[in-house]
């Protein structure tokens, strides 16, 4: 699949099927995630791969909707580890950049797979540290649910690109 292909194919999926993922499907996915670029080169991120079976009322702590929770057969966590990452002169931590760019390979890559993922930063970060056992070093960014699709991407709304490219200057 083309890379414009690709991305305007991908959507946040909020259904998915009673589908396991092979494993290889999953390897490809979490590949993307080390091979993500990150300042410096110091990978300050981490991934937690969470089976949702027997998981959902936890998973349901952290975020509550059953097509988070219920539905699909893996949820992602991208954490970030402020104090191994790059900062700018200024003191700008580039750890939820890292993350950021990383999380967007994995639904790239995802997408190219023909699964599904809906980026979630509206969870609990205070159970999502009790349910995930992070050290105190370790903040999580965003979830995303991992499974096969059982929707249908609705039309996308996006501002024009004269709204959003400035040329030289702002």
């Given at each position: 699949m083309e890379f414009a292909e690709l991305i305007r194919k991908r959507y946040?999926?909020?259904?998915?099927?009673?589908?396991?993922?092979?494993?290889?499907?999953?390897?490809?996915?979490?590949?993307?995630?080390?091979?993500?670029?990150?300042?410096?080169?110091?990978?300050?991120?981490?991934?937690?791969?969470i089976k949702t079976a027997g998981r959902e009322q936890e998973l349901k702590r952290i975020y509550n909707p059953d097509w988070f929770a219920s539905?699909?057969?893996?949820?992602?966590?991208?954490?970030?580890?402020?104090?191994?990452?790059?900062?700018?002169?200024?003191?700008?931590?580039?750890?939820?950049?890292?993350?950021?760019?990383?999380?967007?390979?994995?639904?790239?890559?995802?997408?190219?797979?023909?699964?599904?993922?809906?980026?979630?930063?509206?969870?609990?970060?205070i159970a999502a540290r009790e349910v995930l056992g992070l050290p105190a070093d370790v903040e999580p960014i965003a979830f995303t649910p991992l499974g096969y699709p059982a929707d249908s991407p609705q039309p996308k709304r996006r501002k024009k690109m004269d709204q959003l490219i400035h040329y030289e200057r702002w």
């Amino acid at each position: 699949m083309e890379f414009a292909e690709l991305i305007r194919k991908r959507y946040s999926v909020r259904a998915y099927q009673n589908r396991p993922i092979p494993e290889d499907v999953l390897q490809r996915v979490l590949e993307a995630f080390v091979l993500a670029p990150t300042a410096a080169n110091r990978q300050p991120i981490g991934l937690i791969v969470i089976k949702t079976a027997g998981r959902e009322q936890e998973l349901k702590r952290i975020y509550n909707p059953d097509w988070f929770a219920s539905q699909p057969p893996l949820v992602l966590c991208v954490c970030a580890i402020p104090g191994q990452a790059w900062s700018r002169r200024d003191g700008k931590n580039y750890a939820d950049v890292d993350a950021t760019i990383a999380m967007d390979h994995v639904i790239l890559a995802a997408t190219a797979e023909g699964l599904g993922t809906c980026w979630i930063g509206a969870f609990d970060p205070i159970a999502a540290r009790e349910v995930l056992g992070l050290p105190a070093d370790v903040e999580p960014i965003a979830f995303t649910p991992l499974g096969y699709p059982a929707d249908s991407p609705q039309p996308k709304r996006r501002k024009k690109m004269d709204q959003l490219i400035h040329y030289e200057r702002w």
